[in-house]
């Protein structure tokens, strides 16, 4: 395993240490009757955030999506346009 591997899971233990810290730290005051978080458990509910909200991508830049919109020519935001973007039911029925 290469140098990237190994700080991908440093990462992955540190973030999993600081989910359980925190969630120990918060919840159990906040919410009657919620249990503390063990390491694996943490580490089960980072994996079940990662799934449920699509965190951690890989290459990912919040806001690059639109800068590749804003650098699109005229022609191709109007075939963009065209092929993802429906008018809405009121648009339709009003032309």
Do not use: D
């Not at 989910?19 to 390491?39: C, D, E, H, I, Q």
């Amino acid at each position: 395993m290469g140098g990237g591997g190994v700080l991908i899971l440093a990462a992955i233990a540190v973030l999993g240490y600081a989910v359980m810290v925190l969630w120990n730290a918060v919840v159990p005051g906040v919410f009657s009757g919620a249990r503390t978080l063990n390491y694996p458990q943490a580490l089960g509910l980072l994996v079940l955030s990662r799934i449920l909200f699509g965190g951690f991508r890989r290459g990912g830049v919040p806001g690059r999506r639109w800068q590749r919109l804003e650098s699109l020519t005229p022609e191709e935001r109007a075939r963009f346009k065209s092929g993802y973007c429906r008018p809405h039911k009121e648009t339709e029925s009003s032309s």
